[in-house]
Every structure is written in structure tokens, then in C-alpha cells.
Nanobody, 120 residues
Framework: QVQLVESGGGLVQAGGSLRLSCAAS????????MDWYRQAPGNQRELVAS???????VYTDSVKGRFTISRDNTKNTVYLQMNSLKPEDTAVYYC??????????????WGKGTLVTVSS
């Protein structure tokens, strides 16, 4: 059973920093690309950052230079370091990956999310 458990959200003032963590189980973590998405109230869920199995990263334009995605395969954990936070970064942040086994190939797996609130 695949489980993704996010942590690290909270309330922070604009300009501050937070580090989100996502602990994965039920997958061979080192073989999975991992993503962070976010969803603000009234908005669609959007991709924030992705990291491949070899550590290549991609970011949405609005977070480039401020957020850093990383992974620790020894801990089955992916991180999102968020600096210079802005009120518009306020959202629920979700960890995501896709299934790779013959029975789960292409299936989307999501965590329950962690709320980040940035006050102005």
C-alpha cells in the first residue's frame, strides 16, 4: 500500500521560510519521480516542483529561485524548501508520485496535504 505523508506546513510571515517533508512507503522510492503540488482556495491544483530519480528538477515559474525540491533516498523522503514566502504561496501542499508496478502503472498517488499560510 502506497502512503505519502506530508509534514512541515504552518503559519509564517511573508519573507519567511518553511521546509516541507514527504515520507513515502510502499514504493521503491529510488525508482520514483516525486512532485509537490499545491491548491489554493478556489483554484485548481497546480504543479510546484518535480524531481526525477537522478535528481533533475523542474519548477513552476512563480517559485523559481525561491523554492528547492530535493530527495533523500536513504530516508524515502522528498523535501520542499520554501524561502522568501509570499502571501500568494498560501495553499495546501500535496506530495505526489505515480505507480510503477504492472498493476499500478500510471496511477496517481497523493498525500493528504499540509497547509501553508503566509501572512502579509
Amino acid at each position: 500500500q502506497v502512503q505519502l505523508v506530508e509534514s512541515g506546513g504552518g503559519l509564517v510571515q511573508a519573507g519567511g521560510s518553511l521546509r516541507l517533508s514527504c515520507a513515502a512507503s510502499g514504493i521503491i522510492f529510488s525508482l520514483n519521480g516525486m512532485d509537490w503540488y499545491r491548491q489554493a482556495p478556489g483554484n485548481q491544483r497546480e504543479l510546484v516542483a518535480s524531481i526525477t530519480v537522478i535528481g533533475s528538477t523542474v519548477y513552476t515559474d512563480s517559485v523559481k529561485g525561491r523554492f528547492t525540491i530535493s530527495r533523500d533516498n536513504t530516508k524515502n523522503t522528498v523535501y520542499l524548501q520554501m524561502n522568501s514566502l509570499k502571501p500568494e504561496d498560501t495553499a495546501v501542499y500535496y506530495c505526489h508520485t505515480k505507480g510503477l508496478t504492472p498493476t499500478s502503472y500510471g496511477m496517481d498517488y497523493w498525500g493528504k496535504g499540509t497547509l501553508v499560510t503566509v501572512s502579509s
